[in-house]
């Protein structure tokens, strides 16, 4: 049974419309996007296919699980945190709801050693924000964003099959292309364009020891038929596993002497409209602890008992199993796990801004690095191996998922696939592991999806223009036989492809496609020029080295007239410790979030300015062209 989630009616929606973006007037179809799936990519997807003006509906199988987080209570990191700082430079949604759901902020990796200081400052790429995420906060936030999102129909409901059309003399080198949806209720949808978002879902089928069963989440039901539609298409399907860990009851862990995380006492937001975040007097504390040998010998002993591991699909490397962390590394008698607390609702242990005063004991913990699928009677004696979780009871079981997945090469740089006009994939469907991945691959392929409906010009993100160019160019060129996860080496431009210039490089690249709305652009523009006069203003101030030497710097006595710009090649001046010695600086609406943004670039200027004018050149790149031109 369909029903509508959205408080607007679908004419009141595309009178709310972005005022620049162009919608199609003269369609015969109810719609011309259609999104499958409401989780990271299936909600970035459909919001960024709606800001291109295209009438675009959401398809999800239970309205209440739009924007859950399937997996680990966190957004960000090093690598991943670019991408959500990219996907909010496009306009997208995650960066903004994160902040509001975030409770506790930390920039990864910011600080470093003395003898790596000087480079490691500016190459912001080898950090990133990641902040810890209230589940519930979350998806409420998500969903209010979403239900309230011009443009925008949601719709429950399970879609069983694809509709097509092979008559199209257009599209005589493909092997069809989209003209609705079908769902199992046998309502067919018409639509032109197709963003398939499934996630695990897609033939989903959950392990827990020798215990097999279908479902693309614990208590979701798989999507079947559309495996089936897209294998009778000809794709080549391919089987991905990925896993989660066992939740815990946090009033039955002792917290004493393990190692505290804390969050920024300043934390950075993920969006750039955001100047700070709502929760951040009241972040929450995170712990460290360690597995045992003890615990390594009850992996060993029941690997046998689970049919998760015993399969040749493969899992994600860089986000292992515990299984695999004991059987690829033998030599290691202990490996991390981080206690993170799934929000405030469950009574999370917060600290005040002193880090002084701890409130409560969290309820429900999240233990990250310790995913596993052993059978579930001996889940909780393994996890009482571990220090601090000798008395710990399971909330639910740790479990592994295994699912399908299409060849990315079948792809495009737009990620519409080559085989089929207007079908296009995001997410984990691609073979990568992540929300951030999805979160970017979803954007992408929105914002096309909704170009190819008004029939505009594609967005191309190349490797030169963000992570996510990197990304999607590395999935189509190559495919993915494991679970693909961003990682900053993988770009030859880290060093410009930063988390703190990412709007700087993408959204004038959305606003051109009609991607980005008035307000962002605005906001955009706003910070764009005071980067550029703050920056314009450094470099025209000049003091011998006597002049600096009389404001405190320490200087090469060479009788050379030096700009404040050049002086934050050094890496203990800032641009906030040159406001004393440069005063026009006071007369400028800058914070130090911005003079931060101006450090890296000064520091860059010395190291690498033949790389930012390589950049600008656009390398050779797979990615030049869209499906199918």
């Known amino acids: 049974m369909l029903r509508s989630l959205s408080p607007f009616s679908p004419c009141t929606r595309r009178a709310l419309s972005n005022l620049y973006a162009t919608v199609a007037s003269s369609s015969q179809n109810a719609y011309d996007v259609c999104v499958i799936g409401g989780g990271h990519a299936g909600c970035e997807a459909a919001t960024g296919a709606a800001r291109t003006g295209a009438r675009t509906l959401l398809l999800t199988q239970k309205l209440e699980t739009i924007g859950e987080l399937s997996c680990n209570p966190s957004i960000g990191g090093v690598g991943k945190g670019t991408l959500v700082r990219e996907v909010d430079a496009l306009d997208g949604v995650m960066g903004r709801v994160a902040d509001k759901a975030g409770i506790q902020f930390h920039i990864l990796n ?29 998806k409420k936030n998500m969903q209010e964003a979403l239900h309230d999102y011009p443009g925008l129909d949601i719709r429950a409901g399970s879609v069983f099959d694809l509709v097509f059309d092979h008559s199209d003399s257009s599209t005589s080198d493909r092997w069809g292309k989209i003209s609705g949806v079908k769902l199992d209720s046998g309502e067919t949808i018409h639509c032109s364009q197709v963003v398939i978002c499934t996630g695990t879902f897609l033939s989903g089928e959950i392990h827990i020891g020798l215990k ?34 066992a939740r815990l009851d946090g009033t039955t862990i002792d917290f004493r002497g393990m190692e505290k995380q804390l969050g920024d006492l300043v934390p950075a937001p993920f969006s750039y409209l955001h100047r700070d975040v709502p929760n951040a007097a009241n972040q929450i504390m995170c712990y460290q602890t360690r597995t045992t040998p003890e615990t390594h010998q009850l992996i060993r002993d029941s690997l046998h008992l689970s049919v998760h591991i015993q399969e040749t699909k493969k899992g994600p490397r860089y986000c292992p199993s515990l299984e695999a962390k004991v059987r690829r590394f033998p030599q290691k008698d202990s490996h991390n796990i981080w206690l993170e607390p799934e929000g405030y609702d469950s009574g999370v242990c917060s600290r005040d801004m002193t880090r002084k005063k701890l409130k409560r004991l969290p309820d429900v913990i999240y233990p990250n ?13 393994m996890l009482r191996t571990i220090p601090g979780l000798e008395n710990v009871k399971m909330v639910r079981p740790a479990y592994g998922v295994e699912y399908d997945h299409v060849d990315a090469r079948e792809l495009g740089a737009t990620l519409e696939t080559k085989r089929i006009k207007g079908l296009f994939l995001a997410g984990q469907i691609n073979g990568t592991t992540g929300y951030e991945e999805a979160a970017a691959q979803g954007t ?32 189509i060129v190559k495919g993915a036989e494991e679970p693909y996860r961003m990682f900053t080496s993988r770009s030859e431009y880290r060093m410009t492809l930063r988390s703190d210039n990412a709007d700087l490089r993408l959204t004038e690249i959305g606003r051109v496609a009609g991607a980005v709305t008035h307000e962002r652009w605005q906001a955009f523009v706003d910070t764009r020029t005071r980067i550029q006069d703050t920056t314009k203003l450094l470099q025209q ?3 011998s080295p006597q002049g600096w030497r009389s404001h405190g710097f320490i200087v090469q006595n060479d009788g050379v007239l030096r700009s404040a710009f050049k002086m934050l090649r050094h890496a203990d001046i800032t641009a906030s410790a040159l406001r004393d010695a440069v005063p026009a600086l006071a007369d400028l609406d800058v914070d130090d979030t911005l003079l931060s943004r101006i450090d890296i670039d000064g520091m860059l200027s010395l190291h690498c300015p033949s790389l930012i004018i390589d950049s600008r050149l656009r390398p050779i790149c797979s990615t030049s062209c869209p499906a199918g031109s």
């Open 212 to 245: 097999t069963f279908p479902a693309g989440r614990m208590n979701d039901a798989p999507s079947i038929g559309l495996s089936a539609s897209l294998n009778a298409a000809g794709f080549k399907l391919g089987r991905l596993q990925t896993g989660t860990p």
């Open 444 to 475: 992408v392929a929105g914002i096309n999806a909704g170009l190819a409906a008004l029939q505009r010009p594609p967005m191309i993100i190349t490797r030169a223009d963000g992570f996510m160019g990197v990304m999607i160019d590395d999935l």
């Open 369 to 381: 690095g310790i995913s596993c699928s052993m059978p579930e009677e001996l889940q909780e004696p």
């Open 110 to 138: 910011r600080s470093k050693g003395a003898a790596v200081w000087d480079l490691a400052r500016w190459l912001t790429a080898q950090q990133g924000p990641r902040a810890q995420i209230d589940r519930t906060l979350y």
């Open 541 to 543: 101030f000049r003091l």
